[in-house]
């Protein structure tokens, strides 16, 4: 499985983005997609994740601003972002949790994307 995002920019606070991330190959196999995040010196963090039965969730620190979807076609993830404020600046990535079958045997893998600059000004 291969991921690309897309969609960061620079933005004012209290404005809006919306990332996208586009899985392609193997698709079948995507039981979770999820957008993490890094700021400059700070550790990536997760964001929100969406699995296959449409269960969500938030960091703290986005619920209430953020929301995770799923497009029509299940390959593409969105993160519409709003009410954005400077301390959302950080790299965004998106990863996909993904199984993949050979015969009885069952692996697990993750793959991420290349990364979206989200900068917000004050």
């Known amino acids: 499985v291969q991921l690309q995002a897309s969609g960061g920019g620079l933005v004012q606070a209290g404005g809006s983005l919306r990332l996208s991330c586009t899985a392609s190959g193997d698709t079948a196999g995507i039981h979770a997609i999820a957008w993490y995040r890094q700021a400059p010196g700070k550790q990536r963090e997760l964001v929100a994740y969406n699995l296959n039965d449409g269960t969500t969730n938030y960091a703290d620190s986005v619920k209430g601003r953020f929301t995770i979807s799923r497009g029509n076609a299940k390959n593409t993830v969105y993160l519409q972002m709003n009410s954005l404020r400077p301390e959302d600046t950080a790299v965004y990535y998106c990863?996909?949790?993904?199984?993949?079958?050979?015969?009885?045997?069952?692996?697990?893998?993750?793959?991420w994307g290349q990364g979206t600059l989200v900068t917000v000004s004050s």
């Open positions: 990863n996909a949790d993904w199984a993949s079958y050979s015969g009885d045997e069952i692996s697990q893998h993750r793959s």
